[in-house]
Structures are given as C-alpha cells and as structure tokens.
C-alpha cells in the first residue's frame, strides 16, 4: 500500500536532519521523503538514498516550486542557525529562524501542506525560569538570539493554529548527542566533541566549567520522539507551542567520568568561554509529563547506554570498509 504521506526535509544535513531523513525514509520509502539544504554537495551524500533538492528556506517562490513539484504535504522544517553560531550573526539567525518558519506556516494556512513540524529548543527558557524540572508551563525570558526566534516561534505556532487551524507540531529539545554527523555550533556540542576527542588522543578541552548540568539526549530517542509526534493522532496534541522533552542531565565531569569507563586515560580540562553564559542561564532537568501523558513518549537511552552505544559507533566507523 502506497505512503499517503509526502514528506520534505528543510535543513536535512544538519546533526537532527540527516539521522530523521533515513528514519523516515526507512518508514515512508526514499521515493517519499525529499531531503533539501542550502549545500548543494548534499546531492551526491543522499542522491543513493532518496531525492534531494537544493533549497533555501528564506526563498518562499523556491519553496513553493519544490513542494508542487513532488507533491509535498508534510514539511519537517529544521533549518536554523544554533545558539552559539546565532550569537556571531544576530540578524540573519533571526531573519533565517523566523522568516524561515513564516514561509512555511503561509503554505499550510494556504491549505497547501497538511501537517509541519518545526522544533524548539530549552534555549526558550531564561536565568529567571525555574532550573530543576523545568515545568512546561513557566517564565520564559531567554536571553540568546536563538532563543528568542524560538519562544516567538513557538508563539508563532499556536497562533496559527488557533486562528488558521493549521497543524504544527513542535518539540523543545534539550541537548542532543549524536554520531552521524558533526555538532553544529550550539552551547551542548562539547557533549559530542569529547567523544572524538577521547577516541583520538584521550585529551579534551571543554568550553564550559565542570559542573555545568543541563539536560541532554541521544539522537535515537530524539528522532523517536520526533516521530512519535507526528504520527500521534491530532487529538492528542494539546500543546500547540511546543512540548518539554527530557532524556538525561548531566555535567562536563559527569560525562567524562563515564567515558572514563571505557577510556580511563581521558584527562579533561576545561575553559569557559562565552558559551558558559547561555548555558548558566538555561534549565538542569526538564519536566516532560505532559508528552508523556499526552501522546506517550518514553525515552530509551540512559547516560551510560548512550555512552557505550556513542563509543561503539565512532569506534567502527574508524575501521577501514572491507
């Protein structure tokens, strides 16, 4: 039975899009999910896979071009400039975060797609808003550029579900580790970026102090709930700004102590830098009952299952291909 769902990627080679286009290509079938960034070099990584179209999100004539060409009624729209790189550019992060979001939005009120799914972030959350589970209903005063594109989009969002009767769905990721790809300039990246580095030379410079605790996930639970979202029926969502989404927390020095399970040479020093102040002024933990009550989420991983599985991975894909 043929897929009713045509899908299109927006922002589909960063860390999040190019784990959720083989997910969902592996759901839907690669003749049903069209990936699409800005990097025309994308073409050759995913054209073995599924198609592919050379996109930039702020071009709403070349949106609309791609979405009647393949017939798209589900957009997954991911392209966004991170909190640490939004800092340097202040104006096209909100320019690409928020016009970005706007062309999309038009097209579903416009009754061209039927369903989008945008993601926020705990960068929505401040120094005022409560640190220790984070409830999903609390002060949001965000003090990065990213964070503020992602609480007027969330904003955003409702409204044009109340008032347009569109649906968008929207998660608010915590930090989120994974191996398929390179960090993309957020505050969490170290979390990524000590585990090649402890497999390469078993030294690792952190950007943030020690005992800096913030919320974390792994990719797989991340593109699970992302999914799990989506095909959740409409009637279950009952957030339409965006869900709290919790995996695990844990510091720089918890992190390294576990890896040290299974690199005990690991040595770790750490100097802040400037990302030290947005991670001061985002939550520890996160209180994500309201996914869990209102369309079943349940994370998979914990801190030391992911560990070993990131170790396991980068680990084989140093092995020479036989």
Known sequence: ???????????????????????????????????????????????????????????????????????????????????????????????????GLFNVLNMAKEGILSKIYWPSSIAVFGPTTPKKNTPQFTIMEPSTVYGISKQAGERWCEYYVNKYKVDVRSLRYPGLIGWKSAPGGGTTDYAVQIFHDALKTGLYTCFLEENTELPMMYMPDAIKATVDIMQAERSKIGIHSAYNLNGFSFSPKELAEEIRKHIPGLKMTCKPDFRQAIADSWPQSIDDSRARSDWGWKPEFNIGQMTSDMLINLNNQKKPKS
Do not use: C
């Open 1 to 99: 039975m043929p897929s009713k769902e045509k899908i299109l990627v927006i922002g589909s080679q960063g860390q999040i899009g190019i784990e959720l286009v083989e997910r969902l290509r592996q759901i839907y079938g690669a003749d049903n999910v069209v990936a699409s960034d800005v990097k025309e070099i994308a073409r050759i990584d995913q054209s073995h896979t599924g198609l592919y179209e050379t996109l930039n999100v702020l071009n709403a004539n070349r949106v609309h071009e791609v979405v009647k060409d393949h017939g798209i009624n589900e957009v997954y729209l991911l392209a966004a400039l991170l909190s640490a790189t939004a800092e340097k550019d202040p104006a096209f992060a909100w320019d690409l975060n928020m016009n």
